[in-house]
């Protein structure tokens, strides 16, 4: 197998879609051996900041001198990006050995798993080999029926903000998307919590009171905004004064405040982490593709957001690092996407639409993405390729201006490529 054969392979049609479900997750690591019951893990879950907040709670346990792994999803610009150990991406090698082992046990089940299910094995099985000290796991998607879920007691569970997204498997209240989240939540474990409206977190409260599980809420009283710029964020949280935080917006202060949170549960159990590595970890953090400057000069923006929510925080993020900037929005989306809804709210902020088209089957084609921005009262033009999109953005940018690329993630390695072919 080439790395291209592996991934071309865990990429297959031959594995299903998304099933909820840990029954073949749970056959395929039996077969495996279980390698996660060896790992030690931080189990995140929550409609958002999911990786973000896995992003600083390794950054801090790596800091604390751990062989820390780190499980995420989606990826933004390369597949290896989802599995790494210590800031590192898993290797080619590694990939091509640890799925090589895995194939012919996936293929020998009577019900095969699904891709994620595949990815989560290869994970796992990654980790064991590298004996990682601990591994920073971020749930796909839900919580009790993500593959994720297969682990024993983690050493802390985590819920990040929560919204109304994946109503068709989760549930249609935020309620309900909360109890499907709190499935993480094990006998006897340690949890910690964003904190939401009093409805969620009275669910919280009452799956801990079942299990026995002693439950944080991040102090979000006690966040205090010092400064902030687009070099990064100076905050203190409760006791903690002056952290610096490079990833912008209010948002991950909220997120900043919940790892706090973790760190503080994890010295309390045992885990040997110190002020200055909490402090260090905080500073060197990196989270590629939320409001992610790429380029400052031209200044030149990527936000991965996609739901809802995340179009509310890129609308702060503009109204408080952007002010009096010209916008220009490069952008695509998928067409199964409730795009109307999405790009309403941007649009007083932004001079011009740049659209171009995701590269991916679901993808919404420039020219209907433009004609129906045209409709709603926007300017907008539509590109034949994402090259000509960052090239036609950073014209009408200007010296002053900013591209700001948001809609999919399916967009973002290619402008990314693309941006580098041009500067």
Same mark, same amino acid.
């Given at each position: ?49 999911? /990786? ?8 801090? &346990? !790596?800091k604390a001198g ?84 297969v682990i024993k ?7 990040? @903000? ?16 909360? !109890? ?7 006998? @006897? =474990? ?69 790892? &706090? ?14 002020? %200055? ?11 590629? =593709? !939320? ?13 991965? /957001? ?10 702060? @993020?503009?109204?408080? $690092? ?16 409730? $795009? ?10 932004? %001079? ?14 420039a020219e209907e ?17 994402? !090259?000509? /999109? ?22 973002? /390695? ?10």
């Open positions: 197998m080439t790395p291209e054969q592996a991934i071309e392979y865990i990429h297959s049609k031959f594995w299903k879609g998304s099933v909820p479900g840990l029954e073949r997750i749970s056959v395929l690591l039996e077969k495996m051996g279980n390698p996660q019951n060896d790992l030690k893990f931080v189990h995140i879950a929550g409609t958002n900041g999911k /990786g973000s907040t896995a992003a600083m709670t390794a950054s801090i &346990l !790596r751990y062989r820390t792994g780190l499980y995420t999803s989606p990826y933004i610009y390369r597949f290896h990006e989802r599995i790494q150990i210590d800031g590192q991406q898993i290797s080619d090698e590694d990939l091509v050995a640890v799925t090589e082992y895995v194939k012919p046990l996936a293929e020998s089940m009577a019900e095969t798993p699904t891709e994620f299910e595949l990815v989560c094995a290869i994970a796992f099985e990654y980790y064991k080999r590298k004996n990682c000290d601990i591994v920073v796991l971020e749930v796909g998607m839900g919580g009790e029926f993500d593959a994720t879920n007691t983690p050493e802390v569970a985590v819920i990040t @903000n929560i919204g109304l997204d994946h109503t068709d498997y989760l549930g249609s209240t935020l309620e309900e998307i909360a !109890r499907t989240k709190a499935g993480i939540f094990k006998e @006897n =474990g340690h949890a910690v919590i964003y904190r939401g409206a009093p409805s969620v977190e009275q669910v919280f409260e009452q799956v801990c009171a079942e299990k026995n599980i002693s439950l944080k809420k991040a102090d979000f009283d006690g966040l205090v905004l010092r400064s902030h710029d687009l070099f990064g964020q100076e905050f203190d949280c409760g006791a903690r004064k002056n952290l610096h935080l490079p990833l912008l917006g209010d948002h991950q202060l909220h997120n900043a405040a919940v790892v &706090l949170s973790v760190a503080d549960t994890l010295k309390e159990i045992g885990w040997n982490i110190t002020e %200055e590595n909490i402090y260090d970890g905080m500073r060197d953090v990196s989270w590629p =593709g !939320r409001f992610d400057i790429v380029s400052r000069d031209p200044l030149f923006i990527i936000d991965g /957001g996609h739901n809802p929510q995340c179009v509310e925080a890129l609308i702060k @993020n503009i109204e408080d $690092y952007l002010q009096g900037r010209k916008v220009i929005a490069l952008t695509g989306v998928l067409a199964d996407k409730d $795009y109307g809804d999405m790009y309403q709210p941007v649009m007083p902020l932004v %001079e011009q639409f740049v659209c171009i088209t995701p590269d991916n089957p679901r993808k919404l084609e993405l433009a004609a129906h921005l045209q409709k709603a009262g926007a300017k907008a033009v539509a590109c034949k390729s994402t !090259r000509a /999109g960052v090239i036609k953005a950073m014209e009408l940018s200007g010296q002053d201006g900013v591209v700001l690329c948001f809609g999919s993630l399916y967009s973002i /390695g290619a402008i990314h490529e693309a941006l580098k072919e041009v500067l």
